[in-house]
């Protein structure tokens, strides 16, 4: 199993869709695995850096399993900062808690939540940014009556 979970942290598709052949390399301070619990967890210093231009910055990741061992939920926690390159366009994005759900190719950033696509140099900031890739969808939301916040250019002509 532990063999199984550090495979799954080679597909750390945690904000990178579907692995190529692309070299990942992943360190932190510590690593944790728990059979029993489908949990598998690096701690410390995490760098997640797939091919040359996708990286993952975390203290703590962690990577939830089902009973088949097939990877259901990915967090990076705490100062998670995220640049990939995503249906051939770059993104840069940080939060205190990024989730990616792959059966669903569901992204979520939350607490500090900002998003920005680098080469339209568009924007965004919320508490929460929710990606749904799968439906195209997007959904940024505040508290404390907050307002969201979109940047982004307009050509004048």
Known sequence: MVLQIVKSFIAVALFYGVVSANQ???SADSFY??????LGELVGNVLIKKGKSDTLTANRVKIYFDKN??????EAISDAKFSILLDGKKYNGSGDLLTYEPKGQI????????????DSD???FGDEIIVDQLKGV???KSKDKKPVKFIFQVEDK
């Open 122 to 124: 568009k924007k965004i």
């Open 33 to 38: 695995a728990d059979e029993k619990v489908g």
């Open 107 to 118: 992204y979520t950033l939350k607490g500090s939540a900002f998003l920005h696509e680098v």
């Open 138 to 140: 997007y959904s940024v």
């Open 24 to 26: 990942v390399e992943v």
């Open 69 to 74: 061992r097939k990877p259901q939920k990915y």
